[in-house]
């Protein structure tokens, strides 16, 4: 079932470069025919696809990045847009499932014909959609997905020409992760749970233990789970007679959440730790108030940065939304109008010139930090650490890289 939705997913990417490739999209700087017929079917406008976890497992994600998106999509459009033309955005709903992104990837590039791509959230999501975006010559920006393997390609060592993030990766989110286990904390003995259907959760874990051992830690239990799995108290079990003392958790809020309750109910007290994959008003839902203590994650921003830049934006987007604007908000803020100036610097909606422009990005003031993209499309950012006691969140530090 699942390969058959992975080759149909594979069919439907060959097909829009079969659609595509009589354009001889090959020059890097000629306008393409396929350009052309974007920015003639645009009219005025000119489109920008967002393929985001809007339902499904990682739902909160995709739904606060679009938001994000839209303000900044507002803003943008209100202050001229691309020499009077508008951006105008069309979502595609990739249902927190990596063969769903390829299919809305395909979508947006064949049927919508969008000049560039915002999304999607998770690294795997994101893995499944770059061979549609690569073989159609489309840019896609990823606000959120920090697996190094998303922008560099582990075969080749080579950058992905058309991929891009605007946020840090994570050999430096777990190496954080580590040292602040190690120091902070002071753990010496650790356990890893990891998701093992997840790039970003392998990637995640690969770089705590190899930043915890380096220290002169020791991995004392390595346990794998898949997403979707809701009974996880076997495992938990087994972690619990290796006695150590901090788990990390790299893995999304859904799992995670039932993990962090189950884990307190078998009497595991423990710090537990994790990554941007807490950051969802569901994971208190899910764990509860007293279970979510002693837990810890390391993420790109929070609200409770005094900074003006930041609380400028929490302001605008509570005044639009009524609510607080989480990470994946902010990251997919600053990815939206990094990508908006990149189709107002290349000044036509060639995806070819806006490729080139991303990449030149230098100096951006976001809301998550300044952005300066580098040979391998990824910025340098400084990462924050939260801490939950007892349902409530606190800002406990900032890690520089
Ligand atoms: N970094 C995660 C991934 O690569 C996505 C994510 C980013 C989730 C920020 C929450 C907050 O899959």
């Given at each position: 079932m699942k390969v058959r939705k992975t080759m149909a997913a594979a069919l439907a990417a060959l097909l829009g470069v079969g659609l595509l490739a009589g354009c001889g999209s090959g020059s890097s700087n000629q306008p393409t025919a396929k350009s052309q017929d974007n920015s003639a079917a645009g009219g005025d406008v000119i489109k920008v696809g967002a393929n985001y976890e809007l339902t499904g497992g990682i739902a909160t994600f995709g739904n606060s990045s679009v938001n994000g998106i839209k303000l900044a999509l507002e803003e943008f459009n209100q202050a001229g847009g691309v020499?009077?033309?508008?951006?105008?955005?069309?979502?595609?709903?990739?249902?927190?499932?990596?063969?769903?992104?390829?299919?809305?990837?395909?979508?947006?590039?064949?049927?919508?014909?969008?000049?560039?791509?915002?999304?999607?959230?998770?690294?795997?999501?994101?893995?499944?959609?770059?061979?549609?975006?690569?073989?159609?010559?489309?840019?896609?920006?990823?606000?959120?997905a920090t697996n190094p393997?998303?922008?560099?390609?582990?075969?080749?060592?080579?950058?992905?020409?058309?991929?891009?993030?605007?946020?840090?990766?994570?050999?430096?989110?777990?190496?954080?992760?580590?040292?602040?286990?190690?120091?902070?904390?002071?753990?010496?003995?650790?356990?890893i749970y990891v998701d093992q259907s997840s790039d970003y959760s392998k990637g995640l874990a690969?770089?705590?233990?190899?930043?915890?051992?380096?220290?002169?830690?020791?991995?004392?239990?390595?346990?794998?789970?898949?997403?979707?799995?809701?009974?996880?108290?076997?495992?938990?079990?087994?972690?619990?007679?290796?006695?150590?003392?901090?788990?990390?958790v790299p893995a999304y809020y859904e799992e995670v959440g039932k993990i962090i309750r189950q884990a307190r109910e078998l009497g595991l007290t423990q710090p537990i730790v994790g990554g941007d994959g807490f950051d969802s008003p569901k994971l208190l839902e899910i764990a509860g108030k007293s279970a979510l203590t002693n837990v810890f994650f390391t993420n790109h921003y929070t609200t409770?940065?005094?900074?003006?830049?930041?609380?400028?934006?929490?302001?605008?987007?509570k005044d639009k939304y009524g609510q607080e604007p989480d990470a994946l908000a902010a990251l997919a803020y600053d990815a939206a109008k990094v990508l908006f100036e990149a189709i107002k610097t290349a000044g036509t909606p060639d995806p070819v010139k806006i490729k080139d422009a991303l990449a030149a990005t230098k100096d951006f003031?976001?809301?998550?930090?300044?952005?300066?993209?580098?040979?391998?499309?990824?910025?340098?950012?400084?990462?924050?650490?939260?801490?939950?006691?007892?349902?409530?969140?606190?800002?406990?530090?900032?890690?520089?890289?």
């Open positions: 020499n009077g033309k508008k951006i105008e955005l069309v979502t595609a709903d990739n249902k927190s499932d990596a063969a769903e992104a390829t299919n809305a990837m395909t979508k947006l590039v064949t049927q919508d014909k969008v000049v560039a791509v915002l999304g999607p959230v998770a690294s795997s999501n994101v893995l499944a959609a770059e061979p549609v975006a690569t073989q159609n010559q489309i840019p896609l920006v990823t606000s959120s393997k998303v922008t560099v390609d582990p075969a080749t060592n080579k950058t992905r020409d058309w991929i891009f993030r605007t946020c840090f990766i994570d050999p430096f989110q777990g190496d954080v992760a580590a040292r602040f286990s190690f120091n902070d904390l002071k753990a010496k003995k650790a356990a690969e770089a705590f233990k190899s930043g915890f051992t380096k220290l002169g830690g020791e991995i004392v239990s390595e346990e794998a789970f898949v997403a979707k799995d809701t009974d996880f108290k076997a495992t938990l079990t087994k972690i619990k007679a290796k006695n150590p003392d901090v788990i990390y409770m940065d005094t900074s003006p830049v930041v609380q400028e934006f929490v302001k605008k987007y003031k976001g809301v998550t930090g300044t952005i300066t993209l580098d040979a391998q499309h990824n910025p340098v950012k400084s990462a924050v650490i939260m801490e939950y006691n007892n349902g409530a969140l606190k800002f406990r530090t900032r890690v520089e890289p």
